[in-house]
């Protein structure tokens, strides 16, 4: 479902966000204000378990687009997030093992979007992203995607470590881009996998890595040490699409035989 409006404002237009089922990926409320329409929208805000922030008027006066905010700022997906279970069904209609790219910490909507472009042309039945410290499906994201969201489903998690391990209990293994890594042509990438991608600036987290099977990293013989995010998960992803392939080639061979 496409969203048209994604910066709300005001104490009657957020509580009708809320109730009406909006999701809303954030929060910004006048910091000390305690009446009752704020905190009806704060209780509300905490049952989607949507991420709260309490800022200083003069920062919502440099948000606000209305200059009417009232204490209120909040904003609203772009498109809707999918379930996990969205990306398993993908895979099974597919009749392909699940692969899943999942980010640790990116928060430029540009490589977000990038992102999620690549996975749908690389074939990824999924992107997975945190609640927090990264960011949402604005309407920037959407935008980068290029159409992509429409076709590729992103789901937010609350943990993505917790998420890990429930995954590996469903049959994926996982394997994260890091310099430190093994070289990712030296790998077997085949299989049900889920790809971890971490920020430019601090790469993936040490308790993500911990949960992951593999480190791979990507040989450069360039001057310097590192790709943007986006580039990585693009080259990561279609390293996988080309095993995937050479796999299925020698399947192919081996039941002809």
């Known amino acids: 479902m496409r969203y048209e409006e994604f910066t709300i404002e005001g104490r009657n237009a957020v509580i009708e966000a809320f109730r009406s089922g909006r999701t809303?990926?954030?929060?910004?409320?006048?910091?000390?204000?305690?009446?009752?329409?704020v905190r009806t929208i704060i209780r509300e805000a905490k049952k989607q378990d949507t991420l709260i922030q309490f800022v200083a008027k003069e920062r919502l006066d440099q948000m606000s687009e209305t200059g009417k905010h009232q204490g209120v700022i909040a904003?609203?997906?772009?498109?809707?997030?999918?379930?996990?279970?969205?990306?398993?069904?993908?895979?099974?209609?597919r009749g392909e093992d699940p692969f899943l790219i999942l980010l640790d910490g990116i928060e430029?909507?540009?490589?977000?979007?990038?992102?999620?472009?690549t996975a749908n042309l690389a074939g990824a039945h999924g992107v997975i992203i945190p609640k927090r410290r990264a960011v949402g499906l604005t309407a920037t994201v959407a935008k980068a995607s290029a159409g992509?969201?429409?076709y590729t489903p992103v789901a937010k998690v609350t943990n993505l470590a917790k998420t890990i391990e429930e995954?590996?209990?469903?049959?994926?293994?996982?394997v994260c881009a890091d310099m430190g890594g093994e070289?990712?042509?030296?790998?077997?990438?085949t299989g049900p996998i889920g790809l971890v991608i971490g920020s430019e600036g601090d790469g993936v987290g040490h308790l993500i890595k911990e949960k992951c099977?593999?480190?791979?990293?990507i040989p450069m013989r360039g001057d310097i040490d590192s790709l943007n995010a986006s580039v990585a998960a693009g080259v990561m992803a279609f390293e996988i699409v080309r095993q995937?392939?050479?796999?299925?080639?020698r399947m192919a061979k081996f039941d002809k035989g």
């Open 148 to 150: 992509a969201l429409n």
């Open 183 to 189: 070289t990712m042509y030296r790998l077997n990438l």
């Open 244 to 249: 995937r392939m050479a796999s299925g080639e």
């Open 75 to 93: 904003y609203a997906a772009a498109y809707e997030y999918a379930q996990i279970e969205d990306m398993f069904a993908l895979a099974q209609k």
């Open 24 to 37: 809303i990926d954030r929060l910004f409320v006048l910091d000390g204000c305690q009446d009752g329409p």
């Open 108 to 117: 430029d909507p540009h490589n977000l979007g990038a992102i999620i472009r």
């Open 213 to 217: 099977d593999f480190a791979a990293s």
């Open 167 to 174: 995954l590996k209990e469903r049959g994926i293994w996982f």
